[in-house]
């Protein structure tokens, strides 16, 4: 179902608690509201959506990819660059890197590890950052 975008500050700068397989049903959630915002949003953390639970989404190609317990793993390339937020308004400066890897577990449950680059890897890193209570 589609959610409300948060736009509470102080609730989006907590930290997001470890999720659980009683979770998985934000899978449904957070497809649901990306698609709605699919014109201003490619990706969104769950505590967007009111959980802080360790949940994201991001687009990777045409199919929206969804993480529970995403942990990055390793990071390279270092580069500076600008980005927007579903739930602030205007662009601010960030460093990002080109190449990330993070292991995380499917929306069945499973466990998987997955590198991506550019564009991808940047959603993904903004979306992690949501997790830490930091908005870009
Ligand atoms: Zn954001």
Known sequence: MEKKIVKDILFLSQVSQ??????????????????ENRETCVGLAANMIGVQKRV???NLGL???VMFNP???????PYETEEGCLSLTGERP????EMI????RDSKW???TITLTGFPAQICQHELDHLEGRII
Do not use: N
């Open 18 to 35: 470890p999720a659980s397989q009683e979770d998985l049903y934000l899978a449904k959630d957070l497809q649901d509201t990306l698609l």
């Open 56 to 58: 994201i989404i991001f």
């Open 63 to 65: 199919v929206p990819v």
């Open 71 to 77: 942990v990055l793993l390793s990071f390279e390339g």
């Open 94 to 97: 960030t460093t990002r890197y």
């Open 101 to 104: 890897t993070v292991s995380y």
């Open 110 to 112: 499973k466990e998987q």
